[in-house]
């Protein structure tokens, strides 16, 4: 009666023969179309209706397109003014633990650009695609091996990093800045640097909610995202500024005070 009580109604119910659909190539069209809305894919030869399958780690491959659509759904969600609470499960979230030095550095970070009108030198020194460069080569020698999975890995939170950047890890005072330096074919991953990789840690959670992840791999990727802000965090004085530049609205606010003095 349990097992009842938890399918939808729908399911639960017998179904006459006036609710039935003709064999017509017409019904077999349309019933091929909600399949795919559904997610089932309906085997010709064996008539057999399977699920999509969750990936494995190995099987994760980065779209760029399907990328762009996740970065704009998470956006959209947080800016609609009274909208409701993220319906994903809270076990479906992947949870990454922000060591506590780097969470400070998130929060000098944010004060330096909204409360200080300060902004992140850019290029960075290393870049992005430095750091990751280097800890490949970090896990390389450590290891022993070049892994296949820290590659894929690594590939993924680059190309996670350039498309979410502009959307949502820049604060409303760096976005003159994007627009200046960011131009042409350029990556962001290949300007900015790990102050603003940092933040993307703060949001991979709410967009890897949506990638479909076998249960043991979730466990394994939150690992190796853990190692390698331990990385960042070994690596904290090399990586990181101590310092922002003023931007130019600071220093015009500057000189005009100068002037009526």
């Not at 039935?20 to 190539?25: G, H, R, S």
């Not at 894919?41 to 399907?66: A, C, F, H, L, W």
């Not at 490949?136 to 296949?148: A, F, P, Q, S």
């Amino acid at each position: 009666m349990e097992i009842l009580r938890s399918l939808p109604r729908n399911w639960d119910e017998w179904v006459g023969p006036e609710r039935l659909m003709k064999y017509t190539e017409e019904n077999i069209m349309k019933q091929q179309v909600l399949d795919k809305k559904q997610g089932v894919d309906k085997n010709p030869k064996s008539g057999r209706m399977t699920q999509n399958k969750p990936k494995s780690i190995t099987d994760v491959k980065v779209d760029k397109e399907d990328l762009k659509s996740t970065v704009t759904k998470g956006k959209k969600r947080k800016s609609e003014a009274g909208a409701e609470k993220d319906n994903e499960p809270a076990e479906k979230l992947v949870k990454i633990q922000i060591p506590a030095a780097l969470r400070k550095q998130l929060v000098d970070d944010w004060e330096f650009v909204t409360q200080r009108d300060k902004l992140v030198k850019l290029p960075r020194s290393p870049s992005v695609d430095e750091i990751f460069t280097n800890y490949l080569e970090y896990r390389t020698k450590k290891d022993g091996m070049m892994t296949d999975i820290i590659g894929e890995i690594l590939k993924g939170l680059r190309c996670y990093f350039d498309i979410a950047l502009p959307v949502m890890l820049l604060y409303k005072k760096e976005r003159q800045q994007y627009r200046e330096t960011v131009v042409g074919d350029t990556s962001p991953s290949s300007i900015y640097g790990a102050e603003h990789l940092l933040r993307l840690f703060v949001k991979l959670p709410e967009l890897l909610a949506h990638v479909n992840i076998e249960e043991d791999t979730l466990t394994r990727l939150q690992q190796k995202l853990l190692d390698f802000l331990k990385f960042l965090q070994k690596n904290q004085s090399t990586f990181f500024l101590s310092a922002y530049e003023a931007s130019k609205a600071s220093e015009g606010k500057g000189k005009r005070k100068d002037e009526g003095a």
